[in-house]
T-cell receptor, first 111, second 112 residues
Framework: SQQGEEDPQALSIQEGENATMNCSYKTSINNLQWYRQNSGRGLVHLILIRSNEREKHSGRLRVTLDTSKKSSSLLITASRAADTASYFC???????????FGKGTKLTVNP | DTAVSQTPKYLVTQMGNDKSIKCEQNLGHDTMYWYKQDSKKFLKIMFSYNNKELIINETVPNRFSPKSPDKAHLNLHINSLELGDSAVYFCASASRGVDTQYFGPGTRLTVL
């Protein structure tokens, strides 16, 4: 897989607001995944969207995928202070292969 | 009921020492990985093992030697530690053919 690039690098919002972060990648993909990393903790898998899907929901998370633009967005609705973390995307070619991450988007949700 | 565990959580040591980090997963996965996250937060693959066999070995100094005694364990041994080895090391596991990887909590290594 290639290194996904997340944008923006940092995002600060108030609790209750929505947070949107974007990911761009370079090559064709089988699927794209979003991960969260709380400060000092390991990565937690959030959601996987396949290349033939355009949108996927999981709780307060909504992920879109535009393969023509090679981009994905992660929307967190009604944010909470506990959503404060760094968010990373990864585009995979399939199989148990390595993940490569960029710097991520650091989200701060202020109470 | 921890899925992927690493020990120790923190490791502070002097340059030139040899140290090991252990990783265990109880998910029944057959593939395990070691990643290094540097100070810039980039996460880079180091090694990958499938059924105790090495399948990915990125450009890593040969001072780093992974050891997989069985499918549930992948340990990382580092010889002659250098200042540049300071980082957070993450272990992960997955089922072959499945993209989702499950990460351990990380081991913060500080070389003085």
């Amino acid at each position: 897989s290639q290194q996904g690039e997340e944008d923006p690098q940092a995002l600060s919002i108030q609790e209750g607001e929505n947070a949107t972060m974007n990911c761009s990648y370079k090559t064709s993909i089988n699927n794209l995944q979003w991960y969260r990393q709380n400060s000092g903790r390991g990565l937690v898998h959030l959601i996987l969207i396949r290349s033939n899907e355009r949108e996927k929901h999981s709780g307060r998370l909504r992920v879109t995928l535009d393969t023509s633009k090679k981009s994905s967005s992660l929307l967190i609705t009604a944010s909470r202070a506990a959503d404060t973390a760094s968010y990373f995307c990864d585009d995979s070619q399939g199989g148990s292969e390595k993940l490569v991450f960029g710097k991520g988007t650091k989200l701060t949700v202020n109470p | 009921d921890t899925a992927v565990s690493q020990t120790p959580k923190y490791l502070v040591t002097q340059m030139g020492n040899d140290k090991s980090i252990k990783c265990e997963q109880n998910l029944g996965h057959d593939t395990m990985y070691w990643y290094k996250q540097d100070s810039k937060k980039f996460l880079k693959i180091m090694f990958s093992y499938n059924n105790k066999e090495l399948i990915i070995n990125e450009t890593v100094p040969n001072r780093f030697s992974p050891k997989s005694p069985d499918k549930a364990h992948l340990n990382l041994h580092i010889n002659s530690l250098e200042l540049g080895d300071s980082a957070v090391y993450f272990c992960a596991s997955a089922s072959r053919g499945v993209d989702t990887q499950y990460f351990g909590p990380g081991t913060r290594l500080t070389v003085l």
